[in-house]
């Protein structure tokens, strides 16, 4: 049996670290208006240290460990050859204000990017620059707000979001100034297109879509929306935080995106979770080029050299963007080649849909069609028949060994549970998953006051998840 947890382990008088005697002459102590007697630290040994931090790191979930079919998130496995790639001296030990002559092969790299999101988008015009989504998201809409003041098109100061998007699209809209409109779905989970129409005149500065939707749904009148968009002189704008599930299979260019970002985090394998870090390039069609941040990597002479869009909005962070990010990214996109990355969708939604499959006999399933990467049920039929939400069997997952799906997500869902599995799980790592779905929902039916005891196997119990993040515990107190 394994040594329980214990988060207090200091010992007065016990030390860390043995120092050698002094070789120089000792300095006088603190002057005493500058000492605290009120600072008590921990006094632990090194190996204390080491053992309690190792624990701990056991005690999370990593896609390293166990499945995490985090919905939305893409949590898949990340290949270690991108650790190798970009641990490379030529790339680790660079510096951003190198001149462009000592940085050839970095360059290049980020250039030979650009022009494979280019051509995986079908839109050319790429910035490696936002530093993850929703600064991705940002930088697009400030770039149609741009193209719009330059065409003296001022009046247009509304921004369409679907009812089922992303949290960050109309956040991202009020933040670049904007008024944002929800756009509602119709019965199957798609634009609700008389809607849509209703809403669109010359106030209207953009639509804001994700393409396969956060529904986990591909809108099949994608085509006649974008057309809809543009006969009312507004842009598309694509949320490409699902691209998982159309590698290959689909150029959001070709159809009718003028510009989207790009969660290179998500889609392309690189390290994500717990604050970063990230990647959001922004790909855009050939008139919103001369806005993109500036700089980008160009090709002149045969060296490789920062070029500057000529209506740039400006930089929107510092330096380049996470060029480790990028060196995973290429790395990924260069091992699995056209064929690869066309075998990555696929096998995304053959898993979403199998999960889909053998779960909807006992949870609800809002939208009873061929999902794409990921499914979204819902918790309401255990809700009315048994009393159990949602979070309940988010947390007996936990004892089962699992992470949680994303919960409560989308919101135009009751209850929702949106499972993601990514194509990097095999069958039987579902089928594990699968029947612990299939036993909570027994559980539900059988003994309720289990499901909402949960989790029971973890160190720490269910929290009061409010208070816990209005008044979170920080730091080490004696």
């Not at 040594?3 to 002459?25: M, W």
């Not at 990340?78 to 190198?98: M, S, Y």
């Not at 968009?229 to 150029?251: E, P, Q, W």
């Not at 490789?304 to 990214?329: C, D, E, N």
Request: net charge negative.
């Amino acid at each position: 049996m394994s040594e329980p947890v214990i988060f207090e382990r200091s010992q007065p008088g016990r030390r860390g670290v043995a120092l050698p005697p002094l070789d120089v002459p000792e300095a006088p102590p603190l002057p005493a208006e500058f000492r605290r007697d009120d600072l008590p630290l921990p006094e632990v040994s090194e190996l204390d240290v080491v053992r309690h931090y190792v624990r701990l790191s056991q005690l999370n979930f990593a896609i390293d460990s166990v499945f995490y079919p985090l919905g939305s998130c893409t949590m898949k496995y990340n290949p270690k050859v991108h650790e190798d790639a970009a641990r490379l001296r030529g790339f680790q030990q660079i510096h951003p204000l190198q001149p462009a002559e000592t940085v050839q092969g970095a360059l290049e790299l980020m250039f030979r990017l650009q022009e494979a999101l280019g051509e995986i988008s079908g839109l050319p015009a790429v910035s490696l620059q936002p530093a993850a989504g929703a600064q991705g998201e940002l930088t697009g809409i400030l770039m149609i707000r741009a193209l719009h003041r330059d065409r003296g098109e001022t009046g247009r100061r509304v921004v369409l979001v679907p009812e089922s998007a992303h949290g960050t699209n109309p956040a991202t809209a009020a933040m670049a100034g904007f008024t944002v409109k929800p756009v509602r779905a119709d019965r199957a989970g798609n634009v609700d297109l008389d809607h849509l129409r209703s809403l669109l005149g010359p106030d209207v500065a953009a639509m804001m879509l994700t393409q396969p939707s956060t529904l986990g749904l591909f809108d099949p009148n994608i085509e006649e929306i974008a057309a809809q968009v543009h006969a009312s002189g507004a842009l598309l704008y694509g949320d490409g935080a699902n691209l998982n599930a159309i590698l290959g299979k689909v150029k959001p260019g070709e159809s009718g995106f003028d510009v989207i970002h790009i969660n290179l985090h998500k889609t392309f394998t690189t390290p994500h979770g717990g604050g970063g870090p990230g990647a959001g390039p922004v790909c855009a069609s050939p008139a919103l080029a001369p806005y993109l941040p500036d700089p980008v990597v160009g090709e002149r002479d045969g060296q490789y050299v920062y070029l500057h869009p000529p209506k740039s909005i400006g930089k929107v962070r510092a330096f380049h963007g996470h060029f480790g990010m990028f060196v995973r990214a290429y790395t990924y996109i260069r091992s699995l080649g056209a064929d690869g990355l066309r075998e990555v969708s696929e096998h995304a939604v053959l898993n979403a849909n199998y999960v889909r499959s053998r779960l909807q006999d006992l949870y609800e399933l809002p939208y009873d069609r061929i999902c794409m990467h990921e499914v979204v049920f819902s918790g309401s039929r255990q809700k009315q028949q048994h009393g159990i939400r949602t979070l309940d069997i988010a947390k007996r997952l936990i004892d089962y060994g699992y992470h949680p799906p994303t919960i409560y997500f989308p919101l135009v869902v009751d209850e929702a549970l949106m499972i993601e599995p990514t194509e990097t799980e095999s069958k039987e790592t579902l089928d594990g998953f699968i029947e612990a779905m299939r036993a909570i929902a027994a559980e539900a039916a059988t003994d309720p006051e289990l499901l909402k005891a949960a989790p029971t196997t973890t160190p720490v119990g269910r929290l009061d998840e409010a208070q816990a993040a209005r008044r979170p515990d920080l730091r080490w107190q004696p």
